[in-house]
């Protein structure tokens, strides 16, 4: 090949390699881009005074007198308001009966949306649910809930040959000539003096626990049952997989029995995540009994099963790429094969191994099909570190599949969901930053 | 072929066909040495099927300089190897024989190898610090040995450094990585290391090929310092440089021992034609 065609395939192949490069990271950026950005949206938000409210009922935070106040000027526009309703309802009474069902069907549904808008009305029962206890606590969503109270969502079937559209009707031109329509745009105009928005930082949802499934309050359930899994199973898969790659790397002999443990150990890698789940609800739960049902203990072993060949293979290669010089030297000053796996080979192998393991972690902290059936619950508080033995808990992972399928309110809460991923997200990014750090701490460290 | 008449070699400059060989100037005898330490009876070594050294027979005698030449491949670092068990390593590697060390048999079925390679220290071909501290490295063979008390290891430190000539240049950065010095240095660290667990018998395989001719003359020298306290056994591809600090010398090839004399007599006078032809250059 001559001087030309070697620069031409040369630089086509730095472009290739660069374009897909530049790709990759694009893709990335269209992935992280969005949960970062409505992630960072469950911490900082515009919150209103039901969510003030909220957290001074639920978690007793906030200034009393602070809140008296602003609650008191809340009250001022929610008094008209009340008094519109007091209004139409009265007047639904002089009404001819045939008239007054009319208006009464349609009427129901505009209490209700006001009711979502900015809390319970007075006259209703007291709700058993937080969620029907507050307005709207964030205000985007509060300006969301206002289109549903001023407009009516209808759907168009006219064209069989066609989608069926959504289009919208004035709940307000309803009511022509009574009444209640002056109440539109009154709640359209004071909505803001009723729910005072206000730009919130609530660092509390990285701490607090949450409050009705996940309606209000934070994740740190989900955050703690995370590190609990995680680092439960790291206990378990740590030293068993070091242990095991020493094996292999210094003791065991090659033969049949040891190129059979390797194979098992390579296919284990590639196992799914779904069936070491259901391995371990059979094994540990049903056959071991290592707790009556779901537990974290569960959950730990089934995730530590998973990442031990991982580790294994990470270990074994960081401790056949310590120099054999090393083993050398010591084993020629009249050391024992364990002393010099334990001062030389290990110590050198530790960036590695260590790299390996946070990685796992990582990996053990992210995975959700393991823990569905050996540890994991979508609702629940925090649990203490006595009751990991018997209890379940939430889990991010779990939970952010949760959120997304079966919560009966997921469109409600979808910036909670966000947050949950963007706190798993981290976490794991972190996991690997840590690892990286590490390795080249400890690296400079040997190197001198 | 045991090592024959063991005559002070006077200071002789000889030539061989087209290579000049250098003898040492003074080789007196030493005191107390010449016994037999290490004592090769039809031993061969196996790598698998292969047998790499064939049925050799020497007495290796004690406080001596014995240098091991040969081409490459003719089993030198074997042989040598074998001599503190460091060919355990190789799993496929076994010896039929008999190697004694002190009239012990170093493959006997209730031998400690561990304890015989704290008789037996060795030095590599590659300079082969650990990671660690240059102190730590020193300490590594004493503490191993059960030896915790700072100030003893730090004498000890001492005493190996100066041995091995190494002492003035790195006394004031004994925490330092072993990695930072230079190649010859760290070669020198390596003996100290070595001599810091106080072995009788010094292996050295090549330990210059990587060295610079400046950081190989210190080696020599050092190895001129220790004749006499220790056995030694070297292996190396310089001609100069086994004539220069062996009393013995063994010429191997093809796994056999094929000459065993004073080094004087290996270079001036070879009895075997191979090891004529090897010393003037005619093949290597
Ligand atoms: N681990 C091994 N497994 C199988 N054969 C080996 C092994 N090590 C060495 N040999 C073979 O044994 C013979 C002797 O090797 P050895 O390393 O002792 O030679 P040497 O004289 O030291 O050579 P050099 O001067 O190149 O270092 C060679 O033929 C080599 O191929
Ligand atoms: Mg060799």
Redesign the interface.
Known sequence: MNLGTRKILDRSFTAVGFGSIAVMGIALLIVLAPIIYNGIGSVFFTGTLEHRNMLFNEFGRGDKEELVKENAASEVYRKQIYGMLDAFEAELETMEPEKKQDYLSKYGPVRTALQTLIGPLPGEETAILTRYKYGQTRWEKAEEKLHEFLYEAKWDYSNPDVMAKEYFVSRAAEFEGTSLVKLFPYVEKHLPDVLRPRFTVYWGFLTDSSVDSHIFGGIWPEIQGTFFLAVGAMLFAFPLGVIAAVYFTEYA??GFFNSILRSANSTLAGVPSIVFGLFGLAFFINTLKVSESKSVLAGSLTLAIMILPTIIRAAEEAILSV?K????????????KW?TIM??ILP?ALPGILTGGVISLGRAAGETAPIIFTAAVSVGSAIGLADVFSSPTPALSWNIYNLASEHEAAAEIRHVQYGMVLALVSIVLLLNLSAIFLRARISKK??? | MTADSRETSQKEQVKTANREIYLPSERKNISGGGTPHVVAKDFSIYYGEFEAVKKVNADILSRYVTAIIGPSGCGKSTFLRAI?R?ND?I?SCHTTGALRFDGEDIYGKFTDE??L???I??V?Q?P????KSIFDNIA??PR??GLNDRKQLAEIVERSLRKAALWDEVSDRLD?????LSGGQQQRL?VA??LA?EPEILLLDEPTSALDPKATAKIEDLIQELRGSYTIMIVTHNMQQASRVSDYTMFFYEGVLVEYARTAQLFTNPKDRMTEDYITGRFS
């Open positions: 002999r090659e120099p010089t090393y083993k050398e030297a010591s084993l020629s000053l009249g050391s024992t002393n001062t030389v050198a040997l190197k001198g | 503190n460091m390593l799993p561990v304890l390679r704290k008789k220290g060795m590599f590659k082969n610090p650990f990671p590594y063979g191993l040995h330092k990585n072993a990695l930072g390596c290391r070595a667990v």
